[in-house]
C-alpha cells in the first residue's frame, strides 16, 4: 500500500495544522504534536458570544441605544468612514489634488503621535496645514 497517499479524515477528525495527524474532532490538542487545535479560549469565548446573541436581542438592544441616545456603533462605524472620506476630500484639495502628498502629510502626523488613527491624523494634518497657509 502506498503511504504517500494519506485518506482523508474522517467525518469526526480534522487535520491538525501543524503535523498533519487526523485528530478526534472533540480533542482540544492534537494528541501527536501537542499542539492547541481551537483558538485561545478567549476569542472562542467572544466570537461564540456574539453568534448566540439573536437577532432580536440586538433589535432590543439597537432601541435602547436610540432611547438613551447612544450612537449604534455600525452607525458610528459608518459615520466615522464618511468623516474620514470628508477630511481627505477637504486636504486633498488644499493640496491642490496631490493623493500622495496627502498620505506623506498623514504619515508625518502618524510619526508625531504613534498610534493615532487615520481619522486623528487628518484632522490634525488640517490643522497644520491651515496654521502653516495662513
Ligand atoms: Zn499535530
Given at each position: 500500500m502506498p503511504t504517500s497517499i494519506t485518506p482523508p479524515p474522517a467525518d469526526d477528525e480534522v487535520e491538525c495544522a501543524n503535523c498533519g495527524a487526523y485528530v478526534y474532532?472533540?480533542?482540544?490538542?492534537?494528541?501527536?504534536?501537542?499542539?492547541?487545535l481551537y483558538e485561545p479560549e478567549d476569542v472562542e469565548e467572544k466570537t461564540s458570544r456574539f453568534r448566540s446573541r439573536s437577532r432580536f436581542s440586538r433589535a432590543v438592544e439597537?432601541?435602547?441605544r436610540k432611547i438613551r441616545g447612544?450612537?449604534?456603533?455600525?452607525?458610528e462605524l459608518f459615520?466615522?468612514?464618511?468623516?474620514e472620506k470628508g477630511l481627505f476630500e477637504d486636504l486633498l484639495r488644499k493640496v491642490g489634488g496631490d493623493?500622495?502628498?496627502?498620505?506623506?502629510?498623514?504619515?508625518?502626523?502618524?510619526?508625531q503621535r504613534p498610534g493615532a488613527t487615520r481619522l486623528t491624523c487628518l484632522q490634525n494634518a488640517i490643522q497644520r496645514w491651515e496654521q502653516e497657509n495662513r
Open positions: 474532532i472533540g480533542l482540544t490538542r492534537c494528541p501527536n504534536c501537542g499542539v492547541s439597537s432601541i435602547l447612544e450612537p449604534d456603533p455600525a452607525q459615520t466615522g468612514a464618511l468623516r493623493r500622495s502628498a496627502v498620505e506623506r502629510l498623514i504619515d508625518y502626523e502618524r510619526q
